[in-house]
């Protein structure tokens, strides 16, 4: 029997990246882009598709992908900033004092809000 596939996909007009299972949507984490950042403010995975390790992995290869770019990466949702400090290969790439200026909200996640370009 072979695995299941697991694919992790850049859904540039949703503003996420997505994890497919077996082609089935799983979850996603959305992000926006700041300038020279990429801020990921919530990551979603499907109750159907729960403990599997889904989560991490949407994590490790979305984060690959924008560290891959050159792109600073905040940490704005609660599991991508506690994935990254168990996982400190991307220490490099983050800004945690960008993160803790964001407040989540609509509002504030507009073109041209949150924390300025230093």
């Known amino acids: 029997m072979t695995s299941p596939a697991v694919e992790v996909v850049n859904n ?10 077996d082609g089935a949507l799983a979850g996603f984490t959305e992000y926006r882009i700041r300038g020279n950042r990429v801020v990921f403010i919530h990551t979603e995975i499907d ?22 770019t050159g792109a600073t ?3 704005v ?11 400190p290969d991307f220490e490099g790439r983050v800004s ?4 803790e200026r964001w407040v989540v909200g609509d509002h504030l996640l507009k073109d041209g ?6």
């Open 47 to 68: 109750d159907a598709f729960a403990g599997q390790g889904l989560a991490g992995e949407l994590a490790r290869r979305a984060l690959a992908a924008v560290a891959a």
């Open 73 to 75: 990466i905040v940490p």
């Open 96 to 99: 945690w004092d960008d993160a």
């Open 77 to 87: 949702c609660p599991f991508i900033a506690s994935w990254l400090r168990r996982h």
């Open 12 to 21: 540039d007009h949703r503003h996420r990246y997505e994890i497919l299972y």
């Open 113 to 118: 809000e949150g924390p300025s370009s230093a």
